[in-house]
């Protein structure tokens, strides 16, 4: 049910950016990333989850995306050095977009630019290096709700990890399912796979909401 809500969420937010673009309003996008921000530090990144229309392109062509084709290159996406070149790069892009007065704005270019990447190394990649991403999750790490182990029953099955969005579960023998809370997109991707209903939304202990370890 929450699954079907959230796809409904996000297939409006995608119609929404695309009518902003169309009668020429797409400013107003800014403010709903702003609010975005402003309640990552609360709930995490709800944005990307729920809202963002580059997550939800990547999700609808997930079927007929062949990922991981250039998978060799993925380990330049996880440094630091490479995603401040490649957030420099995308801060250029956007002020050439608003200078040139492009026809298509830097929020729409992001879209095909996204699935690009998503083809090329797979969706996580461009999780990893998403302008956005990087600057959510900065307040992300103080997130005080967000996705979290409710049981000490975890069979350590794997299939959360297998299925998390932004590979930001890790699943260790003699440590319980560690979130990464920076890099979680609040999807709910890992819950829905959990056969177990051991993973759900809600409050984080203090000493969790800080990248901590579930239980
Ligand atoms: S930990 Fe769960 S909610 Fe967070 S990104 Fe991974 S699958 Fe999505
Ligand atoms: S899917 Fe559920 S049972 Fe399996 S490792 Fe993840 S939390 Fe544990």
């Given at each position: 049910m929450k699954n079907n809500l959230r796809s409904i969420i996000r297939i409006f937010f995608l119609i929404l950016i695309f009518t902003l673009w169309s009668i020429n309003k797409i400013e107003v996008w800014l403010f709903i990333l702003l609010a975005g921000l402003l309640i990552t530090p609360f709930m995490g990144r709800v944005y990307c989850g729920w809202i963002c229309p580059i997550f939800t392109s990547i999700d609808i062509f997930s079927p007929i995306i062949k990922e991981k084709k250039l998978q060799k290159y993925n380990k330049y996406f996880q440094k630091m050095v490479f995603k401040v070149v490649i957030f420099m790069m995308f801060l250029v892009v956007f002020f050439l977009t608003k200078k040139l007065d492009l026809a298509v704005p830097f929020f729409i270019l992001l879209i095909p630019i996204g699935l690009l990447i998503a083809v090329l190394f797979g969706s996580s990649q461009w999780h990893h290096i998403c302008p956005f991403g990087i600057i959510f999750s900065l307040p992300a790490r103080f997130a005080t709700k967000g996705y979290n182990?409710?049981?000490?029953?975890?069979?350590?099955?794997g299939l959360c990890v297998n299925k998390c969005a932004n590979s930001c579960l890790i699943l260790g023998k003699n440590r319980p399912l560690y979130f990464g809370r920076e890099h979680c997109?609040?999807?709910g991707k890992c819950k829905d796979s959990c056969p177990q209903n051991n993973i759900s939304f809600g409050k984080l202990p203090l000493k969790q909401s800080r990248g901590g370890t579930a239980l």
């Open positions: 182990l409710i049981s000490r029953d975890c069979s350590k099955c997109l609040s999807c």
